[in-house]
C-alpha cells in the first residue's frame, strides 16, 4: 500500500510539473524544437532542472542498493550504444517533433481530454504492441 500511495504521489507531482512546466503543451514543446523558426528557448531550462535533479537522484541511487521504500534498485549499467538503441532515439525523436509530446506529456493531456493526446496514445499503445511481436518473434528464431 505504502508503495502505490508513494506512486500516486510521483505520478501526480510528475504530472503537476510537466503542466505548469508547459510540457504537456504541443504547441510549446513544438515551439521549443523549430530551431530554424520561431525558437522558443523556455523549455531548455525545464530540461536543465530536470537534468540537475537527475544528476543528484542518479548519484544517490548508485550508492544505494534499496529504494527509500525498501525494494531492490534497479539502475541502469550498461552504456552500450548500438544500432537499435540509435534507431529507437531517432524513431523517438521523431515522433515527438511530428506530434509535440512524448509519452509523459501525452499521459498528462489523455487526462486532460486532449484529442491529439487520445491518438498519441493510441499509437503509442500500438507502436508497443508492434515492438513486442517483433522482440517474440526475434527470442523464438
Known amino acids: 500500500m505504502k508503495a502505490a500511495i508513494a506512486s500516486l ?4 507531482l510528475f504530472g503537476f510539473g510537466l503542466i505548469v512546466s508547459g510540457m504537456a503543451n504541443p504547441e510549446k514543446v513544438l515551439g521549443f524544437l523549430d530551431i530554424a523558426g520561431l525558437w522558443d528557448p523556455s523549455l531548455a531550462f525545464v530540461m536543465g532542472g530536470a537534468i540537475i535533479v537527475g544528476l543528484g537522484a542518479f548519484t544517490v541511487a548508485r550508492n544505494r542498493t534499496l529504494s527509500f521504500l525498501g525494494f531492490n534498485m534497479k539502475v541502469p549499467q ?7 538503441l540509435v534507431t529507437g532515439g531517432l524513431m523517438f525523436g521523431m515522433g515527438w517533433g511530428i506530434a509535440g509530446f512524448c509519452p509523459g506529456p501525452a ?3 489523455l487526462g486532460a481530454g486532449e ?5 498519441f ?9 508492434i515492438f513486442e511481436v517483433i522482440e517474440r518473434q526475434r527470442s523464438a528464431s
Open 78 to 84: 550498461t552504456s552500450h550504444i548500438d544500432k537499435r
Open 121 to 129: 496514445v493510441v499509437a503509442m499503445v500500438a507502436g508497443m504492441g
Open 115 to 119: 484529442i491529439k493526446a487520445i491518438v
Open 9 to 12: 504521489f510521483a505520478g501526480l
Open 107 to 109: 499521459l498528462v493531456a
